[in-house]
């Protein structure tokens, strides 16, 4: 079955970067967009960007144009996200998800358990 | 970007009650609108897409109307493990956006 299991929680300072991962399980890694989403505590949630692991083409949401880079091992159907000059409006959980298209429409049909990124001095 | 409008923010109701929640699009998207469920703790888990198309394994109790802008999830006869918070999704154009939530309590 489709499984999208995340690394661990983060404890991060102000102004350092953070790597998180998402391992792709039961489905061809390759064939399908990996979108990762934060939601803040008590918050709704934002899209961040997708990258197709296939070729690596990349999306992002204009808002996180400089702070999100996604990327994606396809030897270990890895995806990973990387967050830089960390601040504490980044602190949140942030989601991996597969994505698949109905006609018009992008949903996403799996997500992962979600990382606790904490950015604290 | 599309906005979405989710009402009620925070809705209780009774178990065996049906209940509506309603979610407004800045623009037409075309019945691209998708819904989840979200429980405390957890990865929302998807309940509708193409505004209508119930997700494999999601009981027949849901279900989704709309178009153009406006939409609608109706959740029928509400079970126990449906009290929880309900969010929209613009599943059109990028940048992706949902509503604000709609939080489903038990009265």
């Known amino acids: 079955q489709v499984q999208l299991q995340q690394s661990g929680a983060e404890l991060v300072k102000p102004g350092s970067s953070v790597k998180i991962s998402c391992k792709a399980s039961?489905?061809?890694?390759?064939?399908?967009?990996m979108h990762w989403i934060k939601q803040q505590p008590g918050n709704g949630l934002e899209w961040i960007g997708w990258?197709?692991?296939?070729?690596?083409?990349?999306k992002y949401n204009q808002k996180f144009n400089g702070k999100a880079t996604l990327t994606a091992d396809k030897s270990s159907s890895t995806a990973y996200m990387q967050l830089s000059s960390l601040t504490s409006e980044d602190s949140a959980v942030y989601f991996c998800?597969?994505?698949?298209?109905?006609?018009?429409?992008?949903?996403?049909?799996?997500w992962g358990q979600g990382v606790m990124v904490t950015v604290s001095s | 970007d599309i906005q979405m409008t989710q009402s009620p923010t925070s809705l209780a109701a009774s178990v065996g009650e049906s209940v509506t929640i309603t979610c407004l699009a800045s623009?037409?998207?075309?019945?691209?609108l998708v819904w989840y469920q979200q429980k405390p703790g957890k990865s929302p888990q998807l309940l509708i897409y193409?505004?209508?198309i119930l997700e494999d394994g999601i009981p027949s109790r849901f279900s989704g109307s709309g178009s153009d802008t406006q939409y609608s999830l109706k959740i029928n006869s509400l079970q126990p493990e449906d009290f929880a918070s309900y969010y929209c999704?613009?599943?059109?154009?990028?940048?992706?956006?949902f509503g604000a939530g709609t939080k489903l309590e038990l009265k």
């Open positions: 990258i197709y692991p296939g070729n690596g083409n990349t």
């Open positions: 623009e037409d998207i075309y019945g691209s």
């Open positions: 193409g505004a209508t």
């Open positions: 998800a597969r994505s698949r298209d109905y006609g018009y429409t992008h949903y996403f049909d799996y």
């Open positions: 039961g489905y061809t890694f390759t064939s399908y967009d």
């Open positions: 999704q613009n599943g059109l154009s990028t940048p992706y956006t």
